[in-house]
Protein backbone atom coordinates (compact mmCIF):
# COMPACT_ATOMS: atom_id res chain seq x y z
CA UNK A 1 0.00 0.00 0.00
CA UNK A 2 2.51 2.38 0.74
CA UNK A 3 5.55 2.43 -0.67
CA UNK A 4 8.63 3.86 -0.30
CA UNK A 5 8.50 7.34 -1.96
CA UNK A 6 5.37 8.07 0.48
CA UNK A 7 7.03 7.22 3.46
CA UNK A 8 10.02 9.42 2.45
CA UNK A 9 7.34 12.22 1.81
CA UNK A 10 6.01 11.53 4.82
CA UNK A 11 9.39 12.02 7.00
CA UNK A 12 10.12 14.60 4.79
CA UNK A 13 7.18 16.69 5.96
CA UNK A 14 7.45 15.36 9.31
CA UNK A 15 11.10 16.36 9.51
CA UNK A 16 9.85 19.82 7.95
CA UNK A 17 6.99 20.52 10.72
CA UNK A 18 9.27 19.08 13.73
CA UNK A 19 12.05 21.42 12.15
CA UNK A 20 9.46 24.21 11.73
CA UNK A 21 8.27 23.71 15.27
CA UNK A 22 11.60 24.32 16.99
CA UNK A 23 13.27 26.41 13.97
CA UNK A 24 10.29 28.98 13.21
CA UNK A 25 10.94 30.09 17.15
CA UNK A 26 14.15 30.43 16.47
CA UNK A 27 13.93 32.29 12.85
CA UNK A 28 11.49 34.63 14.34
CA UNK A 29 13.30 35.56 17.60
CA UNK A 30 16.17 36.07 15.28
CA UNK A 31 14.14 38.46 13.02
CA UNK A 32 12.70 39.85 16.03
CA UNK A 33 16.21 40.49 17.11
CA UNK A 34 17.27 42.05 13.99
CA UNK A 35 14.36 43.79 13.98
CA UNK A 36 14.76 45.17 17.37
CA UNK A 37 18.71 45.64 16.58
CA UNK A 38 18.00 47.99 13.33
CA UNK A 39 15.05 50.16 15.57
CA UNK A 40 17.53 50.13 18.13
CA UNK A 41 20.16 51.79 15.79
CA UNK A 42 17.29 54.18 13.89
CA UNK A 43 16.25 55.28 17.78
CA UNK A 44 20.19 56.29 18.19
CA UNK A 45 20.55 57.47 14.97
CA UNK A 46 17.50 60.19 15.52
CA UNK A 47 19.36 61.06 19.28
CA UNK A 48 22.48 61.63 17.57
CA UNK A 49 21.01 63.59 14.61
CA UNK A 50 18.83 65.68 17.32
CA UNK A 51 22.35 65.91 19.59
CA UNK A 52 24.43 66.92 16.10
CA UNK A 53 21.39 69.66 15.71
CA UNK A 54 21.60 70.85 19.24
CA UNK A 55 25.74 71.30 18.68
CA UNK A 56 25.60 72.95 15.62
CA UNK A 57 22.77 75.46 17.13
CA UNK A 58 24.80 75.20 19.89
CA UNK A 59 28.45 76.67 18.15
CA UNK A 60 26.28 79.20 15.58
CA UNK A 61 24.95 80.48 18.60
CA UNK A 62 28.83 80.75 19.97
CA UNK A 63 29.75 81.86 16.37
CA UNK A 64 26.93 84.86 16.22
CA UNK A 65 28.31 85.70 19.55
CA UNK A 66 31.88 85.64 18.74
CA UNK A 67 31.01 87.89 15.62
CA UNK A 68 29.50 90.12 17.67
CA UNK A 69 31.76 90.12 20.57
CA UNK A 70 34.91 90.70 17.27
CA UNK A 71 32.14 93.86 16.02
CA UNK A 72 32.67 95.71 20.01
CA UNK A 73 35.76 95.19 19.77
CA UNK A 74 36.60 96.94 16.66
CA UNK A 75 33.98 99.48 17.18
CA UNK A 76 35.86 100.04 20.71
CA UNK A 77 39.33 99.88 18.66
CA UNK A 78 37.98 102.34 16.32
CA UNK A 79 36.57 104.73 19.26
CA UNK A 80 39.56 104.46 21.18
CA UNK A 81 42.25 105.72 18.32
CA UNK A 82 39.35 108.25 17.39
CA UNK A 83 39.49 109.54 21.00
CA UNK A 84 43.59 109.16 20.64
CA UNK A 85 43.79 110.99 17.48
CA UNK A 86 42.22 114.00 19.02
CA UNK A 87 43.99 113.89 22.30
CA UNK A 88 47.28 113.91 20.18
CA UNK A 89 46.39 116.69 17.89
CA UNK A 90 45.20 118.85 20.77
CA UNK A 91 48.56 117.81 22.52
CA UNK A 92 50.62 118.77 18.96
CA UNK A 93 48.68 122.12 19.11
CA UNK A 94 49.36 122.71 22.99
CA UNK A 95 52.81 122.26 21.75
CA UNK A 96 53.06 123.89 18.89
CA UNK A 97 51.46 126.72 20.71
CA UNK A 98 54.55 126.89 23.88
CA UNK A 99 57.09 126.08 21.07
CA UNK A 100 55.74 129.70 18.95
CA UNK A 101 55.51 131.16 22.72
CA UNK A 102 59.15 129.72 23.56
CA UNK A 103 60.46 131.15 20.19
CA UNK A 104 58.80 134.80 20.63
CA UNK A 105 60.40 134.62 24.10
CA UNK A 106 63.97 134.08 22.64
CA UNK A 107 63.11 136.54 20.00
CA UNK A 108 62.13 138.86 22.43
CA UNK A 109 65.05 138.27 24.91
CA UNK A 110 67.87 138.06 21.05
CA UNK A 111 66.29 141.93 20.61
CA UNK A 112 66.79 143.22 24.19
CA UNK A 113 70.14 141.79 23.92
CA UNK A 114 70.82 143.10 20.73
CA UNK A 115 69.38 146.70 22.04
CA UNK A 116 71.67 146.18 24.94
CA UNK A 117 74.36 145.40 22.55
CA UNK A 118 74.11 148.20 20.61
CA UNK A 119 73.30 150.59 23.94
CA UNK A 120 76.60 149.92 25.28
CA UNK A 121 78.79 149.92 21.88
CA UNK A 122 77.12 153.47 21.68
CA UNK A 123 78.39 154.17 24.73
CA UNK A 124 81.93 152.90 24.70
CA UNK A 125 81.80 154.74 21.01
CA UNK A 126 80.60 157.97 22.55
CA UNK A 127 83.41 157.65 25.39
CA UNK A 128 86.19 157.42 23.63
CA UNK A 129 85.40 160.01 20.92
CA UNK A 130 84.87 161.57 24.26
CA UNK A 131 87.99 160.76 25.39
CA UNK A 132 89.43 161.84 21.92
CA UNK A 133 88.32 165.21 21.98
CA UNK A 134 89.36 165.69 25.39
CA UNK A 135 93.22 164.74 24.92
CA UNK A 136 93.19 166.83 21.69
CA UNK A 137 91.51 169.90 22.43
CA UNK A 138 91.99 170.29 26.62
CA UNK A 139 95.14 171.63 27.94
CA UNK A 140 96.34 170.90 31.47
CA UNK A 141 94.96 173.88 33.64
CA UNK A 142 91.31 173.80 32.25
CA UNK A 143 91.56 170.06 33.07
CA UNK A 144 92.76 171.09 36.70
CA UNK A 145 89.62 173.10 36.91
CA UNK A 146 87.70 170.50 35.27
CA UNK A 147 88.73 167.67 37.76
CA UNK A 148 88.35 170.51 40.83
CA UNK A 149 84.72 170.75 40.05
CA UNK A 150 83.75 167.58 40.01
CA UNK A 151 85.28 166.69 43.20
CA UNK A 152 83.59 169.83 45.24
CA UNK A 153 79.90 168.49 43.47
CA UNK A 154 81.36 164.89 44.51
CA UNK A 155 81.60 166.72 48.04
CA UNK A 156 78.39 168.45 48.20
CA UNK A 157 76.40 164.77 46.86
CA UNK A 158 78.15 162.97 49.53
CA UNK A 159 76.62 165.12 52.28
Known amino acids: MFDA ?3 V ?6 FCAILAKFAYRRII ?5 RAQAISHQLDEAVR ?8 L ?4 RKQRDAMQEAEDIIEHARQEAERLAAEAEIAMEVEVKRRGELA ?3 IAQAEAQALKDVRD ?4 ISLR ?17 IIDDAIRELGKSAH
Do not use: C, G, H, M
Open 5 to 7: AFW
Open 9 to 14: AIAFVA
Open 29 to 33: DALDA
Open 48 to 55: LREEAQAL
Open 57 to 60: ASYQ
Open 104 to 106: QAK
Open 121 to 124: SAVE
Open 129 to 145: AAETLIKQNLDQPTADT
